[in-house]
T-cell receptor, first 112, second 115 residues
Framework: KQEVTQIPAALSVPEGENLVLNCSFT??????LQWFRQDPGKGLTSLLL?????REQTSGRLNASLDKSSGRSTLYIAASQPGDSATYLC???????????FGAGTILRVKS | NAGVMQNPRHLVRRRGQEARLRCSPM?????VYWYRQLPEEGLKFMVY????????ESGMPKERFSAEFPKEGPSILRIQQVVRGDSAAYFC?????????????FGPGTRLTVL
């Protein structure tokens, strides 16, 4: 049974700092991995999707890496801004068309 | 292209009533997933449907919960005889039929409160 863990559970940083969010999964036979952002009381916004054959994906100030063999992914946020404050969720899909298994999330607060 | 739509956004029911949650996938998407987010917990998969078929319902509670995705119209998640423990945010996601990405796009959710 796939389990996804996210560390840290919560993070508070000053504006402008670069930061790393961690995600680990127990079964390395994944199809892809997605990072999402969830604002309080809102839905999920997809940030980045990494296929199992890829090592990283970049979008603006965000960079996600994937080390499938060790069961790890990181989300790097450069030059953090108060608007980045949200819960960040990592989720893995085990095969095409299959369900996503989510981590519990990292609550990020960027202080101005 | 409108995103995934869910309605209602907020739903209040008394114990024993029925709750019907609707999800309209993005245009061109024929795969629909339902997830539940209980208070202070992560999102948990409930059911995966394609048009007129339930593909995977391994996350659905055995009783009172059902889901459908008819040929025409939105997907419906139905909860009969609701209890306080059903209070949660219910999210729908969709993905397109022809793609290797399997990227799922989420709706804004329906927040169910059972009194």
């Amino acid at each position: 049974k796939q389990e996804v863990t996210q560390i840290p559970a919560a993070l508070s940083v000053p504006e402008g700092e670069n930061l790393v969010l961690n995600c680990s999964f127990t079964d390395s036979a994944i199809y892809n991995l997605q990072w999402f952002r969830q604002d309080p009381g809102k839905g999920l916004t997809s940030l980045l999707l990494i296929q199992s054959s890829q090592r990283e994906q970049t979008s603006g100030r965000l960079n996600a890496s994937l080390d499938k063999s060790s069961g790890r992914s990181t989300l790097y946020i450069a030059a953090s801004q108060p608007g980045d404050s949200a819960t960040y969720l990592c989720a893995v899909a085990m095969e095409y068309g299959n369900k996503l298994v989510f981590g519990a999330g990292t609550i990020l607060r960027v202080k101005s | 292209n409108a995103g995934v739509m869910q309605n209602p956004r907020h739903l209040v029911r008394r114990r024993g009533q029925e709750a019907r949650l609707r999800c309209s996938p993005m245009k061109g998407h024929s795969h629909v997933y339902w997830y539940r987010q209980l208070p202070e917990e992560g999102l948990k998969f409930m059911v995966y449907l394609q048009k007129e078929n339930i593909i995977d319902e391994s996350g659905m509670p055995k009783e009172r919960f059902s889901a459908e995705f008819p040929k025409e119209g939105p997907s419906i998640l139905r909860i009969q005889q609701v209890v306080r423990g059903d209070s949660a945010a219910y999210f729908c996601a969709s993905s397109p039929i022809v793609t290797s990405l399997n990227e799922q796009f989420f709706g804004p959710g329906t927040r169910l409160t059972v009194l």
